[in-house]
């Protein structure tokens, strides 16, 4: 930790950087729960160094947070991180595990979904030698047809380990292929056959099938338990309207060069862009291998003094250029790639938009060399560098 405990005195050191907003995190759990039961829990997912925000930063604030009652995460990588950092909630895997890997997940006390008898047998054999109870959920495909077991799977896995003192089925669950969709109605045929699974196995108590967008869509489809990622950050999935999200990451950068260029004359690679103009340029220290894809060359917008800046030219492997004509921007002064500026703001659904993709791919795609500093009111609470 630096000795500035102060966010606009550290960044001043970087010339590029990810803010993460503990407040906004807090509140946007709040109004999360607001539309739960106090019988439905709220499964935070942290898959993707949460969603390409820093676990080492947003886990103990989630860790603290009463309002979040599990975690779940891919792979059973993610979830020895999670443990390594202090975190002590139930951790599921939704993603398949091999069966040499049994012993981790019992070492760790790592929730496992268990799609075979042969990885059940491997975690009742590894509870027993370690003197615990393995925790598995069972993953129903109802026509996702990415991951999961068929009814007649689910009923025999249920029959095989019903009675295993080694193990505990814990949870059921599935995912809905069209949730995000403006037409959902894929969901019905799902939830159809989801039922028809909980019938065949009425004794495992603890169901979850809604993502973000679900859970704000059908709050008839809570179940037991809510598996939200993009809400919680703050970001809203499409064709829904959600309660009041802040987002918590902001992007930030420093413009490290102001050059001048004259009509006719071309920027970056392949002079993709050449000016119209007399114009002032800004060179941005984030490029490609940070997450900002090439799909921005000519093609996005920064905050720079306040106005909305375009990206000239090919966004390379380091840097981007903008044109800061019409702003009163100048060497080493902030710009803002996502977040807000002087009262305007980029949203990550405006920027995404831009490039025909969706928030997750782009947040997931924020590259581990910028640093990330999450806070509180401005003051830090922790600093994650390179």
Same mark, same amino acid.
């Given at each position: 930790m630096?000795?500035?405990?102060?966010?606009?005195?550290?960044?001043?050191k970087?010339?590029?950087w990810?803010e993460l907003?503990l407040?906004?995190? $807090?509140e946007?759990?709040?109004?999360i729960k607001s539309l739960l %039961?106090q019988?439905?829990?709220? &499964? !935070?997912?942290v898959? =993707?160094?949460a969603?390409?925000h820093?676990?080492q930063?947003?886990g103990?604030?989630?860790?603290?947070?009463?309002?979040?009652?599990?975690?779940?995460?891919?792979t059973i990588?993610e979830g020895i991180e999670?443990?390594?950092?202090?975190?002590k909630?139930?951790i599921?895997i939704?993603?398949p595990v091999d069966?040499k890997l049994?012993?981790?997940a019992?070492?760790?006390n790592?929730?496992?979904?268990?799609?075979?008898k042969?990885?059940g047998?491997?975690?009742?054999?590894?509870a027993?030698?370690?003197g615990?109870?393995?925790s598995?959920?069972?993953?129903v495909?109802?026509g996702m047809?990415?991951?999961?077991?068929t009814?007649?799977?689910?009923?025999s896995?249920e029959?095989?380990?019903?009675?295993d003192?080694?193990?505990?089925?814990?949870?059921?669950? $599935?995912?809905?292929?069209?949730g995000d969709l403006q037409?959902d %109605?894929?969901?019905?045929?799902? &939830? !159809?056959?989801?039922? =028809?699974v909980?019938?065949?196995?009425?004794?495992?108590?603890?169901?979850?099938?809604?993502?973000s967008?679900?859970t704000?869509?059908?709050?008839?489809?809570h179940y037991?338990g809510?598996?939200?990622g993009?809400?919680?950050?703050?970001e809203t999935p499409?064709?829904?309207?959600?309660?009041?999200l802040?987002?918590v990451l902001s992007?930030?950068?420093?413009?490290?060069?102001?050059?001048?260029?004259?009509?006719?004359?071309g920027?970056?690679?392949g002079?993709?862009w050449?000016a119209?103009?007399?114009?002032?340029l800004?060179l941005?220290?984030?490029?490609y291998a940070?997450?900002?894809?090439r799909?921005?060359?000519n093609?996005?917008i920064v905050?720079?003094?306040?106005?909305k800046?375009p990206?000239v030219?090919t966004v390379?492997?380091d840097?981007?250029?903008?044109d800061?004509?019409d702003?009163?921007?100048?060497f080493?002064d902030e710009?803002?790639?996502?977040g807000?500026q002087k009262?305007?703001?980029i949203s990550i659904s405006?920027?995404?938009s831009k490039?025909h993709?969706i928030?997750?791919?782009l947040l997931?795609?924020?590259?581990n060399r910028?640093?990330r500093?999450s806070?509180?009111?401005?003051?830090?609470?922790?600093?994650?560098e390179?």
């Amino acid at each position: 930790m630096s000795e500035s405990f102060d966010l606009n005195e550290q960044v001043q050191k970087y010339s590029a950087w990810i803010e993460l907003d503990l407040d906004a995190l $807090t509140e946007n759990i709040t109004s999360i729960k607001s539309l739960l %039961s106090q019988q439905t829990a709220l &499964i !935070a997912v942290v898959k =993707a160094n949460a969603y390409g925000h820093g676990i080492q930063l947003l886990g103990p604030a989630l860790e603290e947070n009463s309002g979040v009652e599990k975690f779940a995460v891919y792979t059973i990588t993610e979830g020895i991180e999670l443990r390594s950092i202090g975190l002590k909630k139930p951790i599921l895997i939704m993603g398949p595990v091999d069966v040499k890997l049994a012993n981790l997940a019992i070492e760790h006390n790592l929730t496992v979904t268990c799609d075979s008898k042969e990885l059940g047998r491997a975690l009742a054999q590894a509870a027993l030698a370690a003197g615990k109870t393995a925790s598995i959920h069972l993953k129903v495909d109802t026509g996702m047809h990415r991951f999961g077991n068929t009814i007649e799977e689910i009923m025999s896995l249920e029959k095989e380990f019903r009675d295993d003192k080694n193990i505990s089925i814990e949870g059921i669950y $599935t995912h809905l292929a069209n949730g995000d969709l403006q037409d959902d %109605s894929f969901s019905d045929v799902q &939830i !159809a056959k989801f039922e =028809a699974v909980l019938e065949a196995v009425p004794n495992i108590a603890f169901r979850h099938v809604a993502n973000s967008a679900t859970t704000i869509k059908r709050p008839q489809l809570h179940y037991q338990g809510v598996r939200c990622g993009l809400v919680m950050y703050g970001e809203t999935p499409n064709n829904i309207s959600p309660p009041v999200l802040k987002p918590v990451l902001s992007l930030k950068a420093r413009i490290m060069r102001v050059s001048n260029v004259d009509t006719g004359e071309g920027v970056g690679y392949g002079l993709q862009w050449k000016a119209s103009r007399p114009s002032r340029l800004g060179l941005i220290p984030i490029g490609y291998a940070d997450g900002w894809f090439r799909f921005f060359s000519n093609n996005g917008i920064v905050l720079a003094g306040g106005v909305k800046c375009p990206i000239v030219g090919t966004v390379s492997m380091d840097s981007f250029v903008i044109d800061i004509t019409d702003s009163t921007a100048d060497f080493g002064d902030e710009v803002v790639l996502l977040g807000k500026q002087k009262g305007k703001k980029i949203s990550i659904s405006e920027t995404v938009s831009k490039i025909h993709t969706i928030p997750y791919e782009l947040l997931t795609g924020l590259g581990n060399r910028i640093p990330r500093i999450s806070h509180r009111r401005g003051i830090i609470i922790g600093i994650l560098e390179p």
